[in-house]
């Protein structure tokens, strides 16, 4: 039987929200993570096969991709919305081109149904927040690319980051800032022995741990 994959969700700022100065850095951080967790898997529990999922929006989540790619590990591609709809989102059609490419590289590509969109409340925002639960849902770590402030409506990043948080995972923290250096949110009481536990175990060797933050939290409705 083939071994299960560890789901590696990255969950981040789009471009237009990274500093312009930071960008060469957070990419830089961003793949030194992915290149950690894959150490700190085969440290924790041996080779499995490893995934990223990632929505590969511009930003955070085409580097963690790029990052992923490059080392060989899989790539599953969760959207808010059906594709075209979805490419609307983008800022260019160099953007969508290199979306398109993403997708062409993927291993799986699925959209968020009406069913699961309908849960997440409806309303405009609602894909968004019905994708956030997906990813939480799927992560077994989670690197979140995130300015540490609370989240402005349903989906972002501080909602994800906090759903899987919450669900037990361990989050790896890449600060927007400068002089801001990546650091683990260890999961407050992951199941002792499982996967996650393990993988926290390992990451805190590489990374200083925090507490999570009070503005990691889920949106607040209006």
Do not use: C
């Amino acid at each position: 039987m083939a071994a299960k994959p560890v789901i590696v969700v990255v969950t981040g700022h789009r471009l237009n929200q990274l500093p312009e100065g930071e960008r060469p850095r957070i990419a830089r951080d961003v793949g030194r993570a992915v290149v950690q967790i894959g150490e700190a898997v085969e440290e924790a529990v041996g080779a499995r096969p490893l995934v990223l999922a990632s929505g590969v929006a511009e930003g955070a989540d085409r580097y963690a991709a790029d990052a992923a790619l490059a080392l060989g590990w899989r790539l599953w591609t969760p959207l808010p919305f059906p594709i075209d709809r979805y490419e609307q989102d983008f800022a260019d059609q160099a953007s969508i081109e290199a979306f398109q490419g993403y997708l062409k590289r993927a291993d799986k590509v699925w959209s968020m149904t009406p069913a699961q969109v309908a849960a997440a409340g409806g309303g405009s925002a609602a894909p968004y927040a019905a994708l956030a639960h997906e990813l939480a849902a799927m992560a077994d770590i989670v690197i979140a690319v995130w300015s540490g402030k609370p989240p402005a409506g349903p989906g972002g990043t501080a909602e994800v980051a906090a759903f899987a948080h919450a669900a037990g995972a361990p989050v790896l923290w890449t600060p927007t800032q400068e002089h801001h250096a990546p650091r683990l949110i260890q999961a407050a009481k992951p199941k002792r022995g499982s996967l996650k536990a393990k993988l926290g175990e390992a990451l805190a060797l590489r990374y200083d741990a925090i507490p999570k933050p009070e503005a990691m939290r889920p949106a607040v409705a209006s």
